[in-house]
Nanobody, 120 residues
Framework: QVQLVESGGGLVQPGGSLRLSCTASGGIFSINDMGWYRQAPGKQRELVATITSGGTTNYRDSVKGRFTVSRDNAKNTVYLQMNSLQPEDTAVYYC??????????????WGQGTQVTVSS
């Protein structure tokens, strides 16, 4: 069974930095896109950043220049380096992966979510 496990959330002051990590495991043949979404209270889940297996990245406009998504294909891990954090970045951050498992068909998998709070 494919699982995604996240780490790295927490409380940070405005202007600070955090690094999120997400590792996929469990019967994986290959992974296509990986990325991060976030959901603030009372709002819909929104895309933050994605990265293809070849390293092509995509960001929502509000995080461009502040956030960097990267991945280590050998470790099935995706990262999100978040700099210059602002209160409006406060949300639960979810990683996802477009996975081709060894024994089942291609599907999307999600992490459990990690809270990021930006506050003074």
């Amino acid at each position: 069974q494919v699982q995604l496990v996240e780490s790295g959330g927490g409380l940070v002051q405005p202007g600070g930095s955090l690094r999120l990590s997400c590792t996929a495991s469990g019967g994986i043949f290959s992974i296509n896109d990986m990325g991060w979404y976030r959901q603030a209270p009372g709002k819909q889940r929104e895309l933050v950043a994605t990265i293809t297996s070849g390293g092509t990245t995509n960001y929502r406009d509000s995080v461009k220049g502040r956030f960097t998504v990267s991945r280590d294909n050998a470790k099935n891990t995706v990262y999100l380096q978040m700099n210059s954090l602002q209160p409006e970045d406060t949300a639960v951050y979810y990683c996802y992966a477009d996975v081709i498992p060894i024994f089942n068909g291609r599907d999307e998998y999600w992490g459990q979510g990690t809270q990021v709070t930006v506050s003074s």
